[in-house]
């Protein structure tokens, strides 16, 4: 089966992109940040992203490019005789698949609160009433389950088209789309009152502050979160390296990926900080800021309608751009590894996507006294797996698989990632790569199973 590629650099650029730009950007990176002190954490971050994400997309990538496979293929194409490392492969679309159990949930409350601040069902509501809204939501299995087979149905509809007609156009729109939104909520955000507050507390490091955090608390969170927003370790990346041109280096495609990934997570915190501070709402209001502080924001400031409804446009096209790449990438694996063609592999993921989803959207009502690890829902048991044990693992297996004389081996992963024009990963990083990085990646593992 001939192999599809990307139409344009562009493409592989905000498709990738769109695999990185996540639920992890605009609703975990702002409260995050506001737990751990502001500026000082987005500090660390940004450099925890320089020094251990970039690497590690690099690694992904050129698996996927050197080989053309996905992940299984990929390391029996490029190991040594003999050698087992294509078993991870295996854990790799495993990890896809958990991580869409719960992602598609959570994607579509994206899309039900869009729905619900465009229909003005926030309209005058007081505190307890956007609280009530929130709970309605969670405790109605019926409600839950329309909004998941929106998602799961649009996604596999998105790529049953393929990569250039499907993945790739429908990306550059919604890539587009949230860029648009983003300049529009940033510019309503920091012309509020008071929003120099938010900007400061945001902006400015201020490290008397993160030392009541903790500084090590704080250093260690900034590094889960700048190697978890790639989306690194189940070969999210990997695929669509396989899909690339050899025209360019892959240190300069991992630049542009991140910087792109990085300023959504940023003007994420960019819309939601000014704003808390303008309102006098505490910025630390953890997983909640999102679906009970933000909406009794925007039910009290003028237009609150049209700007609740267009954040949560901008949240839903960021958690839908990793739906469908992620999707991709469990295609992709179907008809590498087992020989469909792509119409067999979307109907049959089409279905055990849309089974799979349904304990963790009964988790918040039906099963909501089920804990498959102590204190733990069912919903904070697939995201545990995946942050803690799949993504750092793996991301240390595919380090290692480019590192190591065991595996593909330094020379032939520098070769790949320096070949085509632009940025050249140099040849000093070695001792870095082999020793300190998997050291700081155990460290993160080691963190979270804590």
């Given at each position: ?428 990083l070695k001792p870095y790569l082999q020793f300190v990085l998997p050291i700081l990646i155990l460290i993160i593992m080691v963190q979270g199973l804590i």
């Amino acid at each position: 089966m001939k192999r599809e590629n990307f139409g344009s650099r562009l493409g592989f650029l905000l498709v990738s992109a769109g695999c990185a730009v996540g639920i992890g950007n605009v609703w975990k990176f702002p409260y995050v940040t506001g737990e751990n002190g502001g500026g000082v954490f987005v500090l660390f971050y940004v450099i925890a992203l320089l020094i251990m994400g970039l690497p590690v997309l690099t690694m992904e990538l050129a698996v996927g490019r050197a080989s053309r496979q996905s992940a299984y293929r990929a390391y029996k194409t490029l190991e040594k005789p003999g050698s087992k490392w294509h078993i991870h492969g295996w854990f790799c679309l495993i990890g896809c698949y958990i991580l869409m159990m719960f992602y598609t949930t959570v994607s579509g409350w994206m899309l039900d609160y869009f729905f619900k601040f465009a229909a003005g069902t926030f309209d005058g509501l007081n505190t307890a009433g956007v609280a009530d809204v929130y709970s309605a939501m969670l405790a109605n299995p019926v409600e839950l389950t329309i909004w998941m087979v929106v998602t799961v149905a649009a996604g596999f509809g998105v790529c049953s088209f393929g990569i250039q007609k499907g993945l790739e156009r429908i990306s550059k729109w919604m890539m587009t789309g949230l860029l648009v939104l983003i300049v529009a909520l940033v510019a309503r955000s920091v012309t509020l009152p008071g929003a120099g507050e938010g900007l400061s507390f945001y902006l400015l490091p201020d490290f008397s502050r993160a030392a009541e955090q903790g500084i090590g608390k704080v250093i260690t969170a900034a590094m889960n979160q700048a190697f978890f927003t790639l989306s690194l370790g189940i070969a999210g990346m990997e695929i669509f390296g396989s899909f690339m041109s050899r025209d360019h280096t892959l240190g300069g495609e991992a630049i542009r990926i991140c910087g792109l990934d990085t300023f959504v997570a940023i003007s994420a915190g960019l819309i939601i900080f000014p704003t808390c501070f303008s309102f006098g709402i505490q910025p630390d209001s953890g997983p909640n800021l999102i679906f009970l502080t933000l909406p009794n924001l925007f039910v009290t400031m003028p237009g609150g309608r049209l700007w609740g409804a267009l954040f949560f446009l901008f949240m839903t096209f960021a958690s839908f751009t990793t739906v469908i790449t992620v999707f991709e990438n469990i295609l992709s694996s179907c008809m590498d590894n087992f020989g469909w063609d792509r119409k067999k592999s979307v109907i049959v993921n089409f279905f055990i996507i849309l089974i799979a989803s349904f304990p963790c959207l009964l988790g918040f009502n039906l099963l909501s006294g089920v804990q498959l690890l102590p204190g733990k829902g069912i919903m904070d048991t697939e995201d545990f797996l995946v942050s803690n044990i799949l993504l750092p693992g793996g991301s240390l297996v595919f380090l290692l698989f480019c590192v190591t004389r065991w595996g593909w081996g330094f020379d032939k992963y520098l070769a790949e990632c320096n070949h085509g024009s632009g940025m050249k990963l140099p040849r000093w990083l070695k001792p870095y790569l082999q020793f300190v990085l998997p050291i700081l990646i155990l460290i993160i593992m080691v963190q979270g199973l804590i």
